[in-house]
């Protein structure tokens, strides 16, 4: 992303735009699929009546609250003739999907559910942000291997300043439980991730920074053995309960 491309000025490197970019964007994301799951329950829980839920469920996936123009994709059922919710892969296989605009009233609908739902859900302020993710075009992380300062180190990481090609070399305490873990993530086929964490620490009134390091933990295998073990989670008081 070009500096030019900006609509105001910054002395950051390309590259660190980039990582301030992946974690705007990132943040956004969340908050997107977080307002998706609230604008459904919104949906599910209103009297409306189900062929307008149903449009309304096709908006809110798209996320398409403040469109002010929506056509929307539909098929014709071949025994009733009724329209009903068609793919792109569908419409490719039997062609007889059709783009139909999506009533006024109901793109003016789907910005009052994500009005409401914003209530619960707010869009995300990074200016009160305390920890920032620095992914591998910034910050590299690499074992120590002879300046550990007598065991007392364990990671460097490298991180590029404002000034081009001069980065600076930040040392790491040994940590045993990182350690630990990381041990168990290299048994399990797992590595340290190229990014690093930042956190900004109140530490009683004279702020710090922390780095923290990443691991990449393969998922665990699926179990064969056992007995089942139902879960439900609720919406309502957001509790996990189990059988």
């Known amino acids: 992303m070009s500096k030019d491309a900006l609509p105001f000025t910054h002395r950051l490197s390309a590259r660190q735009m980039k990582s301030v970019q992946n974690m705007t964007h990132s943040a956004v994301s969340g908050w997107q699929e977080s307002l998706v799951g609230r604008v459904r329950e919104l ?3 209103s009297t409306l009546p189900e062929d307008r839920k149903t449009v309304l469920y096709r908006i809110n996936a798209r996320k398409a609250w403040w469109s002010k123009e929506l056509d929307l994709l539909w098929t014709a059922d071949r025994v009733t003739g009724e329209l009903i919710p068609c ?13 139909l605009p999506v009533d006024a009233a109901d793109l003016v609908m789907a910005r009052r559910l994500a009005e409401q739902g914003q209530k619960r859900h707010r869009y995300p302020d990074l200016r009160r942000v305390n920890t920032l993710v620095l992914d591998s075009i910034v910050a590299k992380p690499g074992q120590a291997d002879t300046a550990t300062h007598r065991g007392a180190l364990g990671w460097w990481v490298k991180i590029a300043t404002l000034t081009k090609g001069k980065p600076v070399q ?5 940590n045993l439980y990182f350690d ?3 041990r168990e993530a290299l048994t399990a086929a797992g590595a340290v991730c190229g990014a690093v964490q930042l956190h900004r620490s109140p530490n009683h009134g004279r702020p710090r920074a922390e780095v923290s390091l990443l691991l ?3 998922d665990v295998k699926l179990r064969t053995q056992g007995r089942w073990l139902g879960v439900d989670f609720g ?4 509790l996990f309960a189990t059988s």
């Open 43 to 45: 949906i599910t829980g």
């Open 87 to 99: 793919t792109h892969k569908q419409a490719e296989a039997d062609l007889a999907g059709v783009w």
């Open 170 to 174: 930040v040392p790491l305490a040994r």
């Open 180 to 182: 630990q873990k990381l």
């Open 216 to 218: 990449d933990t393969p």
């Open 235 to 238: 919406f309502s008081a957001a």
